[in-house]
């Protein structure tokens, strides 16, 4: 069984950064489809950025040269750098993990942005 723990999340004014990590445990990481989520109050939970096993990442329009996803497969860890943060970021920002049938979140860490 896959369990994943976000952290790094807090309270930051607009136009800091932020690194948000996901550590997983198991051996499945290191292939999986690994992806960052995220949740603002009354709105629905939307794709912030992805990464293949290979690396390979998509970004949704509203964070492109704003956010990084990246992976350490050594450290069964995924990474998401955060930079010019704006108010709209503002969600409970969640990991997910997916391999063929088998799809894991996390627990989700709040990153609020002040203006």
């Known amino acids: 069984q896959v369990q994943l723990v976000e952290s790094g999340g807090g309270l930051v004014q607009a136009g800091g950064s932020l690194r948000l990590s996901c550590a997983a445990s198991?051996?499945?990481?290191?292939?999986?489809?690994m992806g960052w989520y995220r949740q603002a109050p009354g709105k629905q939970r939307e794709l912030v950025a992805g990464?293949?096993?290979?690396?390979?990442?998509n970004y949704a329009d509203s964070v492109k040269g704003r956010f990084t996803i990246s992976r350490d497969n050594a450290k069964n860890t995924m990474y998401l750098q955060m930079n010019s943060l704006k108010p709209e970021d503002t969600a409970v920002y969640y990991c997910?993990?997916?391999?063929?049938?088998?799809?894991?979140w996390g627990q989700g860490t709040q990153v609020t942005v002040s203006s």
């Open positions: 997910n993990l997916a391999y063929g049938s088998l799809h894991t």
């Open positions: 198991g051996s499945i990481f290191r292939i999986a489809l």
């Open positions: 990464i293949t096993s290979g690396g390979i990442t």
